[in-house]
């Protein structure tokens, strides 16, 4: 599995340095002639080697450019590899290009090239085999088909969410989605608590309702209803704030496209998404769908109160 999560947690912005393993996000790194490192890990930036990297180097979205020695295996992904110098292991090249230039080139292991191109390489300076998988324009049209397919995936996204929220706006009215937003600006951490909480009963429950039933479909659906009852309120409370100016379902409209926009982001999108999730599950809980702000505490305390009577 390619390191991108590893690398991205480990630098934001900024060279990383760990004994002699580097690590760098958007600044490209020099290993000088006296320079002894044991890897280089390099995203959107490139890699200058004169001196010696013993176990790995790996680039992503840039170039790596060998004069000197990488013991272990050199790798580049979307971008370019320029060998002066010797890779002892394999040297790969994924949507990318292998280019051996001339002097004391040597690759021990393979020469792998995966919808790219290569120059340079025999088995005279290869130890392994030299082994292409598809060419630079295939590879192209496999990034722009992966594009395509994203912009369609995140526009049937927008348009899903967007009409999941009219439904909820219209099936609730304005006064409950107002009454579930009001609940998650006064405490979204408890908000964010009690999602988490809903969450893990409602799944407890399903597994236990799977095992007496060969069904699982009304606790999917209960998470169904309340995700969607809650992202309502949670777009209508983002929309309100950020777009005061404009109509109250506007302004929940366009929150709907920031959200399903901020759930894309690369590497953190996913937390931000499980973030308000929880957030919109907990607000709809805690006011009841939007009956009070305060439903479900003054139902545990109606409880409460009965339990202790005589």
């Not at 004169?50 to 020695?69: I, K, M, P, S, W």
């Not at 300076?125 to 030299?130: F, Q, R």
């Not at 407890?204 to 309120?233: E, K, N, Q, T």
């Amino acid at each position: 599995m390619l390191p991108w999560a590893l690398a991205v947690g480990l630098a934001l912005a900024a060279p990383a340095l760990a004994d002699d393993h580097r690590v760098v996000v958007g600044e490209s790194v020099a290993v000088g002639a006296d320079e002894v490192l044991d890897s280089v890990i390099c995203l959107f930036c490139s890699v200058h080697v004169e001196g010696v990297v013993r176990e790995r180097a790996f680039v992503v979205l840039g170039e790596l450019e060998n004069h000197g020695t990488i013991e272990g295996d050199a790798t580049v992904v979307l971008g370019t590899m320029r060998l002066h110098g010797s890779v002892g292991g394999d040297a790969v090249a994924l949507m990318g290009n292998i280019e051996s230039g001339p002097g004391d080139v040597a690759i021990g292991g393979d020469a792998v090239v995966v919808l790219g191109n290569q120059s340079g390489l025999s088995p005279g300076n290869v130890g392994g085999g030299i082994k292409q998988i598809g060419d630079k324009g295939f590879g192209q049209a496999v990034i722009v088909g992966l594009l395509v397919g994203l912009f369609v995936v995140a526009l049937a996204g927008l348009v899903g969410l967007m009409a999941l929220n009219l439904v909820a706006y219209v099936m609730l009215g304005p006064k409950r989605v107002e009454t579930i937003a009001s609940t998650l600006s006064q405490s979204t951490l408890t908000c964010f608590l009690g999602g988490i909480c809903t969450c893990f009963s409602l799944t407890v429950v399903g597994l236990v309702v799977a095992l007496i039933l060969p069904v699982s479909l009304p606790m999917i659906l209960v998470f169904f209803v309340v995700s969607v009852a809650g992202y309502c309120g949670l777009t209508y409370w983002i929309g309100t704030n950020l777009f005061s100016s404009r109509a109250k379902l506007t302004a929940t409209v366009a929150a709907s496209t920031l959200v399903i926009m901020l759930q894309m982001i690369p590497v953190i999108g996913w937390m931000v998404a499980l973030a308000l999730w929880n957030i919109a599950i907990g607000a709809a809980v805690l006011s009841g769908f939007g009956t009070s702000t305060d439903w479900l505490s003054a139902r545990m305390s109606s409880t409460a109160r009965g339990r202790s009577v005589p």
